[in-house]
């Protein structure tokens, strides 16, 4: 019998806080040794000089196979999807179980973990409160959380998923008592309907408009709203996909004052403006996604503020929709208004190649920077760590091994997803995962994909410190437990 399963021999392993040239020892799934030459059997030795040897990523945030939030067929299987993340370097994702106004979240999470059973690598679910009755708050969620699901998001927009300013509170407040980390996609839900009538009602229907409808402000007011709303409850909460400078400030001002607010952005936001929605229906549905591309400052700003520690997490939205199907991005016809048109983008294996390519090649950040974004501190937000986003003894052996020299042109032909399109063909990028490993596994190699659907495994996730709250509330009463205690 082998010492190891598999040796990772020559390459340069770079975690979040350091980097150093060692082989990598794998046995049972698990990484068992770390050496600067590790002697011993191997079943397979994987040459890896001249490569970074990193943790495999973790996407937080991907729509696969969830009921839609603005119409149409997401367009992804787990089993695609998952094949498609592994494809690029990613060995771990958080998907959403979405709750539908009227219904209850278990029935919800319990079909969606049938549908998940597919998996082809690890995963976990955050649960999507659309509609917090007492049923749901009081009954319902307690012992889902306590199950392991220890992430909740909530829409303040979308007239199918938003819940108000209310309805936040009181899901903050299960999540406070029982320790759950609660994400946010944040626009003002009002003003955008406002917006979306005026504009329509002008003939301004063409995709261009979607970036005029949600503007900058619309985002920075709800990120703004939302964390006064998390003050309150002193409730740990992440804002997905921060799109602009003033979103960025708002968060970076409000981590100044210590409150616990984690923020994320996506390759979308560094690579798209809004001048892609121009063009066609066609052409600009291919972008169209919310918040809105914004413009180059704006990029050059999301790039500092993941520098200084503001943004700490590159998440891909993968959110899914055909171009040439009835029920993808035009579900509600041809020559709709861009208001009738699916949101979202497909992102799942796209995510590290261009993170790593407009980061890393091109000096925006560092090696372990690009680590710790499209991985650690994925894992350390979510309580996965250090079981995941680490390459260290005992860690699991999800691995990707990085050519940073690889020249590729992206298209839609090369891509392993189930979708029809990518919004970033033609784009060159400079460095694209070698190998995939996922518990030890090959996935990728090279270019063959050898996934097997249902060898991902649930992550359940224990309570963890990283998302304790601070203990202070803005007065001396504490609304969660009805007591006056501060004095
Ligand atoms: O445009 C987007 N982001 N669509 C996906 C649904 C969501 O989370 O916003
Ligand atoms: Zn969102
Ligand atoms: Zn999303």
Request: aromatic content about 8%; some cysteine; proline content about 5%.
């Amino acid at each position: 019998m082998s010492d190891f399963d598999v040796i990772i021999k020559g390459g340069v392993v770079v975690n979040a806080a350091d980097i150093q040239q060692a082989d990598v020892g794998i046995k049972d799934g698990r990484i068992i040794a770390l050496a600067e030459r590790l002697s011993g059997s191997a079943t397979r030795t994987i040459d890896a000089g001249g490569r970074y040897v990193m943790p495999g990523g973790i996407d937080s945030h991907c729509h696969i196979e969830q009921p839609s939030s603005t119409g149409g067929q997401n367009a992804e299987s787990w089993e695609s999807g998952t094949r498609s993340a592994a494809c690029g370097g990613t060995t771990t994702v958080i998907a959403f179980s979405s709750q539908e106004k009227g219904e209850g979240v278990r029935s919800q999470v319990e079909a969606y973990a049938e549908k998940a059973k597919k998996a082809c690598i690890d995963y976990a679910f955050h649960i999507i409160v659309s509609d917090p009755t007492d049923a749901v708050v009081n009954d319902e969620l307690p012992p889902l959380i306590d199950s392991g699901l220890r992430s909740i998001k909530l829409f303040m927009t979308y007239p199918k998923n938003r819940v108000d300013d209310r309805e936040i509170l009181r899901v903050f407040e299960v999540a406070r008592r029982h320790q759950a980390l609660v994400c946010i996609h944040a626009e003002n839900h009002d003003a955008i309907m406002y917006m979306t009538e005026k504009l329509v009602g002008a003939g301004l229907g063409q995709t261009k408009y979607h970036a005029w409808c949600k503007p900058a402000l619309v985002e920075r007011e709800a990120v703004t709203r939302v964390i006064m709303l998390a003050e309150l409850l002193d409730q740990p909460i992440q804002i997905f996909h921060v799109s602009c400078e003033e979103s960025a400030e708002e968060i970076r001002r409000a981590q100044a004052r210590g409150v616990k607010v984690f923020a994320e952005t996506c390759p979308q936001y560094f690579v798209l403006t809004a001048d892609d929605l121009e063009g066609s229906q066609r052409e600009g549905a291919r972008v169209l996604c919310s918040p809105a591309p914004r413009s180059v400052a704006d990029q050059q700003a999301l790039w500092n503020h993941v520098r200084l520690g503001t943004i700490g997490n590159v998440t891909s939205d993968h959110a899914p929709y055909n171009i040439d199907a009835p029920d993808g991005k035009f579900w509600a016809g041809d020559n709709v208004p861009f208001s009738q048109i699916a949101n979202g983008v497909p992102g799942l294996e796209t995510r590290m190649p261009i993170v790593f390519s407009e980061g890393v090649v091109q000096g925006r950040i560092d090696l372990q920077k690009f680590v710790a974004i499209t991985s650690t501190n994925a894992a350390k937000l979510f309580g996965i760590h250090p079981q995941k986003g680490t390459i260290s003894i005992g860690a699991d052996a999800d691995i990707v091994i990085w050519d940073a020299e690889r020249r590729v042109t992206i298209t839609q032909e090369m891509l392993h997803h189930d979708t029809d399109y990518t919004p970033y063909e033609g784009m060159e990028v400079t460095g694209w995962p070698a190998m995939t490993l996922s518990r030890g596994r090959l996935v990728w190699d090279e270019g063959t994909v050898d996934c097997e659907a249902g060898w991902g495994r649930f992550l359940a996730r224990a309570p963890y410190d990283y998302i304790k709250p601070t203990g202070h509330f803005p007065t001396p009463f504490n609304p969660i437990t009805g007591r006056i205690e501060g004095r």
